[in-house]
């Protein structure tokens, strides 16, 4: 007995360890990656995220100020990365490695639970191996990428923490505890770590379903007097199921979900046909994830119908075996059937009717966990005098995957990186090319950027945030009439960004020394969003120069405390503290401009406009002569 106890600690410690190594092999430098995509309106431009104290209202507005109120703690953990570290990427980075890390240790756990209770044949050493090889295969799998190194994908790592921590705390208590009382309390704690999990992603809702999922699994391996488990469990499951879809739709479900179809370009019947080929999609690039077939944003064909194309047909039979297989397996398979259960049920939400985009590969994390459960024991199995050469080759595929999951991670280093790799594996894709352009011109290649956002335009000519990057490339470029040509095309196109387009104009007025229409611009913005940096700095910049120098470095002051540098920043708020005569202050911000871009004419022009005002002739002349 005591042999076998330190034969499971020494499993253990040594699945830790390989854990630990794979995982910063991995993605330990992804650290100083960007925030790309949806990171920017999430967290980024997410001014409820600016905790600079931790006081109640700053942690309540930071948890209930994101794009989806429900996800609380999901951004109030965002708004904590802030309070600690302001936009360093490291930080956030950094959390979402310890998430993934957490989380395969509770895949390992659950694993060696669930073959307790449905492979009893095993023995512990055995039942530790497979459930190290399960965890860590699935730890090092490619694909997870897509919700570890993406940082804004922590709601669906998150939500997978606490729906794992949650069915782990509810088979404590079901099978580990006798005392009555500390049952309670670890039900008690199932039931909170399940809602925490919901207030990550909506995707928890599931969670119920699993575990009568579980409990009916349970109840054939059970006498029928044990079966007012699964009774309770199927009513409270029910309960909770259909009080979140009233509370996250309304009164009227399906009302609310087809309007949510009127901005996409498929319809409710399209997306149902098509989201069970791309469930087997999910599975090929689940179990074959070469970095070259996996992407960011796939270009997945449409279904029409059943046979349009005839892939739909094989698609929804098998479905439909997979489920006559989990009901078939129930009795003599109940791992099998559990697990078949577990990837189809926690796809369902977002493989179905919700009108969501098609694919994304982070859809995956939670429903993969335990994929290859089943696999490695019947490999274990099968071939169990070969066992050591089995691990061997279990072993070799752990690597192989790492490897791939660090050569997919290089695709992360930068957003043009990631961007380029989009448009190289969906030619077809406007976005890819919209958000390639916006990333190029955000890495100073504003021609480059022009061009493929050209290519954005043939593939789509009513993309509003084309025109809108355009607009501000020609802005940058000094080509103001064309800029507001572009602008103004913007706001007619579909999904206009009223915020961003007005706070371009305004920036386009300002240069052009059109001060009181791009007050009239920033004005409009901020009306809609008080706290939009850019149409800020416009503010102040069109104030000073309108004669209020005293609020136009209030408003300057206020963004270099949020975080803003920008050169145009302190250039307008040195020409400020000029007008009131502090001279000193205004050297001083000049310089910090010009730290920023050393080659900005302007900055260095009006530095030489102060130098001269203390009488320095030399530094004046010489910087005066920079920006001529």
């Not at 919700?147 to 794992?164: D, E």
């Not at 009795?331 to 990837?343: A, M, T």
Request: a positive charge.
């Amino acid at each position: 007995m005591i042999r076998d106890d330190l034969q499971k600690n020494k499993i253990i410690i040594f699945f830790i360890l390989s854990l630990a190594v794979l995982t910063w092999a991995i993605y330990g430098k992804i650290l100083n990656y960007p925030f790309v995509f949806d990171d920017l309106p999430n967290i980024v431009e997410n001014h409820y995220l600016r905790i600079n104290e931790l006081s109640i209202h700053s942690i309540v507005a930071a948890a209930t100020g994101g794009t989806d109120a429900g996800r609380f703690l999901a951004y109030l953990s965002f708004g904590l990365n802030y309070y600690l570290d302001a936009y360093n990427p490291a930080g956030y980075h950094l959390l979402n490695i310890i998430i993934h890390f957490l989380n395969a240790l509770l895949v390992f756990d659950l694993a060696k639970r669930l073959l307790v209770i449905f492979s009893d044949r095993h023995s512990s050493s055995t039942i530790q191996y497979i459930a190290l090889f399960t965890a860590l295969i699935w730890a090092v799998n490619p694909m997870q990428t897509n919700a570890v190194t993406y940082v804004v994908q922590r709601m669906t790592s998150m939500m997978t923490l606490f729906f794992l921590l949650s069915f782990d705390l509810y088979m404590i208590a079901r099978f580990s505890i006798a005392q009555v009382a500390k049952r309670r309390l670890f039900y008690l704690l199932t039931i909170c770590s399940g809602l925490a999990a919901f207030g990550c992603k909506q995707n928890a809702v599931m969670l119920p379903v699993m575990i009568i999922a579980f409990e009916w699994l349970l109840s054939y391996r059970s006498a029928r007097k044990n079966n007012i488990h699964l009774l309770v469990c199927s009513l409270v499951g029910m309960v909770i199921v259909v009080g979140a879809v009233f509370w996250y739709t309304g009164t009227n479900p399906l009302a609310t979900i087809m309007a949510g179809y009127q901005d996409r370009n498929f319809t409710m019947t399209q997306r149902l046909w098509t989201e069970s080929r791309v469930i087997f999609f999910y599975l090929s690039l689940y179990f074959l994830p070469l970095p070259g077939r996996l992407n960011l944003n796939h270009d997945f064909m449409l279904s029409n119908g059943l046979l349009d194309p005839v892939q739909t047909l094989f698609a929804v039979a098998g479905i439909i075996l997979a489920g006559v297989a989990a009901f078939a397996l129930r009795k003599k398979k109940p791992l099998y059937s559990f697990v078949i259960l577990w990837f189809f049920g926690n796809l369902i939400l977002e493989s179905s009717i919700i009108p969501l985009e098609l694919v994304y590969e982070y859809r995956v994390y939670l429903p993969s966990v335990f994929l290859f459960l089943p696999i490695v024991e019947f490999l274990h199995d099968r071939f169990l005098e070969h066992r050591k050469v089995l691990y061997m080759l279990f072993s070799t595929l752990i690597i192989v995957s790492a490897v791939f999951s660090w050569q997919r991670n290089e695709v992360w280093s930068s957003k043009v990186n990631l961007w380029s790799d989009v448009v190289s594996k969906s030619p077809n894709l406007a976005r890819g090319y919209e958000n390639l352009g916006l990333a190029l011109t955000l890495a100073g290649k504003p021609k480059e950027a022009e061009r493929v956002l050209f290519k954005s335009l043939a593939l789509d000519s009513h993309d509003s945030n084309v025109y809108l990057n355009l607009g501000n490339i020609y802005g940058d470029r000094g080509d103001y009439k064309k800029s507001l040509h572009f602008l103004n095309k913007a706001l007619v196109e579909k999904r206009p960004d009223f915020v961003k387009i007005h706070a371009a104009m305004s920036k386009v007025f300002w240069h052009m020394g059109r001060y009181n229409q791009a007050l009239s611009e920033a004005d409009f913005v901020l009306h809609i969003n008080p706290y939009f940096s850019a149409a800020r700095m416009s503010k102040g910049i069109a104030l000073a120069h309108l004669g209020q120098a005293a609020a136009a470095i209030k408003i300057f002051s206020t963004l270099e405390k949020e975080g803003v540098k920008d050169v145009d920043l302190y250039n307008n708020w040195g020409c400020a503290a000029y007008q009131l005569g502090r001279v000193d202050e205004a050297i001083m911000l000049f310089k910090k401009g010009l730290k920023l871009d050393p080659e900005h004419k302007e900055s260095h022009y009006n530095l030489g406009i102060a130098y001269g005002a203390k009488g320095m002739v030399k530094k004046a002349r010489r910087e005066m002569a920079l920006g001529m």
